[in-house]
């Protein structure tokens, strides 16, 4: 299997701009997740998906971020407009189940806002 | 709330040696899942080893081992016979089954193996 799969792998942007991020999680799983990491605050988690339904999203920053999943192999994080603060990696993880498995992670997207 | 605590940020072992990096959490919940995941400089998030809270038993994964003190609520990580390529972040992760299944990462160790 090809493991998570994230693109880009680097995104520069100017801020005010619309930024999106895709994720493939591996085939078979039914959870996927959204982190950011930054220097400041480490790894947080966004938003996950079970089975393409978001199931919780309270660590969206804010209403500028937003995230899909149309279908079990694909999903996208939007953030509109883009700031400088949002710089930083972001990870898609997934999962074969929510409960009692890890999680395996993409090689991440570093986003750098001017 | 689950916290995780990771109170070395930077540790280094030499080559071959045995090092062990420290993590402990809080919780109220009885069912929970701990892991070890290494962050090498390719920024790839890899998993280490994982340890069920039920279980009494120590897991080991080749040369990586934890010892898991749910009395105490820590969950230290051994590397022992430590090699070049583990030159990398360990981040301490915990996720109840009881509360979203959500993890909750430590801040991280940096560990640096001397040649």
């Known amino acids: 299997d090809a493991g998570v799969i994230q693109s880009p792998r680097h995104e520069v942007t100017e801020m005010g701009q619309e930024v999106t991020l895709r994720c493939k999680p591996i085939?078979?799983?039914?959870?996927l997740f959204w982190y950011r990491q930054t220097m400041m605050r480490g790894l947080e988690l966004l938003i996950y998906?079970?089975?393409?339904?978001?199931?919780?999203d309270s660590g969206m920053p804010e209403d500028r971020f937003s995230a899909k999943m149309p279908n079990a192999s694909f999903s996208t994080l939007k953030i509109q407009p883009s700031e400088p603060r949002d710089s930083a990696v972001y990870f898609c993880?997934?999962?074969?189940?929510?409960?009692?498995?890890?999680?395996?992670f993409g090689p991440g997207t570093r986003l750098t806002v001017t | 709330a689950q916290t995780v605590t990771q109170s070395q940020p930077e540790m280094s072992v030499q080559e071959a040696e045995t090092v062990t990096l420290s993590c402990t959490y809080d919780?109220?919940?009885?069912?929970?899942?701990l892991f070890w995941y290494k962050q090498p400089p390719s920024r790839q998030m890899i998993l280490v080893i994982r340890?069920?809270?039920?279980?009494?038993q120590n897991a080991t994964e080749n040369r990586f081992s934890v010892n898991f003190q749910k009395a105490a609520k820590s969950f230290s990580l051994k590397i022992s016979d430590s090699q070049l390529g583990d030159t990398a972040m360990y981040f301490c992760?915990?996720?109840?089954?009881?509360?979203?299944?959500?993890?909750?990462f430590g801040t991280g160790t940096s560990l640096t193996v001397i040649p």
């Open positions: 993880a997934s999962s074969l189940a929510l409960g009692t498995y890890e999680q395996y």
């Open positions: 085939s078979g799983h039914n959870s």
């Open positions: 998906f079970n089975n393409n339904v978001p199931i919780d």
């Open positions: 919780t109220s919940e009885s069912n929970y899942y």
């Open positions: 340890q069920e809270a039920y279980k009494q």
């Open positions: 992760a915990f996720m109840s089954t009881n509360t979203g299944n959500q993890f909750y």
